[in-house]
């Protein structure tokens, strides 16, 4: 059997995060993504893959930070209108109306509308031209909002995943 172009369909469901990115000029970007995952839990250690010439893997080349905002279902169309790629500076969750707060220790905000937000720093940017990069990155923090998951971080609300190409579904506990 022969490797088809959506091959990778068969590793999904996935979580949708929304990636809260500041350029060097401390301006936001935001833009869903689902490649995300844990490489070690001590220390905490995740793996990201992002297109080179995306504004977010740019920002985290130039910054080295970025927060992973957990998506619930209800803000589906508001994170489509972030997968738009507007030109860069343009600030992606005013387009959605979606708000936006400090983060507890990186500088990348976190959006309000969020249910659980993971505040990363990068400790390896590894550039590939015309494919996917790739960013390692250490969890800082780790904050969740009250009652959206029960006390093994299993989801009381529903969180929206990804089943690839542009279907979606959700899950909750």
Same mark, same amino acid.
């Given at each position: /059997?022969?490797?088809?172009?959506?091959?990778?369909?068969?590793?999904?469901?996935?979580? *949708?995060?929304?990636?809260?990115?500041?350029?060097?000029?401390?301006?936001?970007?935001?833009?869903?993504?689902?490649?995300? =995952?844990?490489?070690?839990?001590?220390?905490?250690?995740?793996? /990201?893959?992002?297109?080179?010439?995306?504004?977010?893997?740019?920002?985290?080349?130039?910054?080295?930070?970025?927060?992973?905002?957990?998506?619930?279902?209800? %803000?589906?169309?508001?994170?489509? *209108?972030?997968?738009?790629?507007?030109?860069?500076?343009?600030?992606?969750?005013?387009?959605?109306?979606? =708000?936006?707060?400090?983060?507890?220790?990186?500088?990348?905000?976190?959006?309000?509308?969020? *249910?659980?937000?993971?505040?990363?720093?990068?400790?390896?940017?590894?550039?590939?031209?015309?494919?996917?990069?790739?960013?390692?990155?250490?969890?800082?923090?780790?904050?969740?909002?009250?009652?959206?998951?029960?006390?093994?971080? %299993?989801?009381?609300?529903?969180?929206?995943?990804?089943?690839?190409?542009?279907?979606?579904?959700?899950?909750?506990?």
């Amino acid at each position: /059997m022969s490797i088809n172009e959506n091959w990778f369909h068969l590793l999904h469901p996935k979580v *949708i995060h929304l990636v809260t990115t500041l350029d060097s000029r401390g301006r936001i970007n935001a833009a869903p993504f689902t490649w995300i =995952t844990p490489i070690s839990d001590d220390p905490p250690i995740i793996l /990201m893959a992002a297109w080179y010439e995306s504004d977010t893997f740019k920002n985290i080349e130039e910054t080295g930070e970025f927060v992973l905002n957990v998506v619930p279902k209800e %803000l589906k169309q508001k994170i489509l *209108i972030c997968a738009k790629k507007p030109p860069r500076g343009v600030n992606e969750l005013e387009k959605a109306g979606l =708000t936006w707060s400090k983060s507890k220790i990186v500088k990348p905000p976190r959006v309000n509308e969020c *249910i659980a937000w993971v505040e990363c720093s990068a400790k390896e940017v590894v550039k590939k031209e015309d494919e996917y990069s790739f960013i390692v990155a250490e969890v800082k923090c780790v904050d969740v909002k009250k009652n959206c998951f029960n006390k093994n971080f %299993l989801p009381k609300v529903d969180i929206l995943l990804h089943l690839g190409g542009g279907n979606y579904s959700s899950i909750r506990v």
